[in-house]
């Protein structure tokens, strides 16, 4: 079994950045394309960002390309999320996901272990 953390979130201002962290435990992730989603009251699960299992490549939703990054540390068995240029509509609780495939995915069905999630809250 696999057991995913998540931290890092918090209330920011407009403009401001934060970096969310995704510990595993219980097996190695490493083998793994990972993905993060976030969800905002009265809204389904939307997709943010994946990586593959070296990091070299990612995917990410339209509406925080160029704002955000994806990266991993597999010697720490650790995802991340760096998110800058944070915008009200950004606020959301943040999950990381597991994926068994070795595709880059965005539907949260693909992805099968998930992480307790993190608030993040931009104020205006």
């Known amino acids: 079994q696999v057991q995913l953390v998540e931290s890092g979130g918090g209330l920011v201002q407009a403009g401001g950045s934060l970096r969310l962290s995704c510990a595993a435990s219980?097996?190695?992730?490493?083998?793994?394309?990972m993905g993060w989603f976030r969800q905002a009251p009265g809204k389904e699960r939307e997709f943010v960002a994946a990586?593959?299992?070296?990091?070299?490549?990612?995917y990410y939703a339209d509406s925080v390309k160029g704002r955000f990054t994806i990266s991993r540390d597999n010697a720490k068995n650790t995802v991340y999320l760096q998110m800058n240029s944070l915008k009200p509509e950004d606020t959301a609780s943040y999950y990381c996901?597991?994926?068994?495939?070795?595709?880059?995915?965005?539907?949260?069905?693909?992805?099968?272990?998930w992480g307790q999630g993190t608030q993040v809250t931009v104020s205006s």
């Open positions: 996901a597991v994926r068994l495939g070795a595709v880059l995915t965005s539907a949260p069905s693909d992805y099968s272990y």
């Open positions: 219980g097996r190695t992730i490493s083998t793994n394309v």
């Open positions: 990586i593959n299992r070296s990091g070299g490549s990612t």
